[in-house]
């Protein structure tokens, strides 16, 4: 089951190609792909606006990498959250 308000992806992100001068789009399939393609991507090289759609069907769109962290670290948060909610009901459930 997916948490509240968690991003639906995959989620599609051009990138801009300074030697081409165009523009190609990424791919992220999850959290972590997310947070590692943002941690390694020079913001300048991202193409915005990136529209994102959140497990409620709401779309937000990104406008700035400034919105586009705030967004991953939200994701972040509610993805530990529902780990954390996870093991806690597979612990509930374990007999000992």
Not at 33 to 41: K, S, Y
Not at 48 to 59: A, F, M, R, V
Request: no cysteine; glycine share 2%; hydrophobic share 40%.
């Amino acid at each position: 089951m997916k948490a509240k308000n968690s991003i639906e992806y995959p989620i599609s992100i051009n990138i801009f190609d300074a030697d081409n001068q165009v523009s190609n789009p990424i791919i992220v399939q999850g959290i972590s792909q997310l947070f590692n393609f943002i941690e390694a991507i020079s913001n300048e090289a991202i193409v915005y606006p990136i529209l994102i759609k959140d497990s409620e069907g709401i779309y937000t769109v990104i406008r700035n990498s400034k919105q586009l962290e705030s967004i991953v670290d939200r994701a972040l948060i509610i993805e530990m959250q529902s780990q954390a909610t996870q093991f806690q009901q597979n612990n509930n459930n374990t007999k000992y």
